[in-house]
């Protein structure tokens, strides 16, 4: 997401409304966790922290001081292989 001091971009709200609408939960809800999130991922990021957010079902995504890494899991990238062409590029990375 494009979080600035202003707030979300207008392809973000809309992203957040969906994801809304899917957990029926409220707007300000997941934006409010979406932003906690980031400040601390910023705050773990700028301090050196060495840290894994772990995202059920996706991927893990790795911080070791200042090298950061996504890795994705295999059922993700066969899932994403079936309905579009990314795996190829989802497994180099």
Not at 5 to 23: F, M, P, Q, Y
Not at 70 to 87: G, H, I, K, N, T
């Amino acid at each position: 997401l494009h979080v600035f001091s202003t707030g979300l971009s207008k392809a973000d709200e809309l992203i957040c409304a969906e994801v809304a609408l899917r957990l029926h939960k409220p707007k300000a809800t997941i934006v409010t966790c979406i932003k906690a999130t980031l400040k601390i991922c910023e705050w773990a990021l700028s301090s050196g922290q060495n840290f894994d957010f772990v995202f059920k079902d996706i991927g893990i995504l790795v911080c070791r001081g200042n090298h950061v890494v996504m890795r994705f899991f295999e059922d993700l990238v066969r899932e994403v292989a079936q309905s579009q062409c990314l795996a190829e590029g989802l497994l180099q990375v």
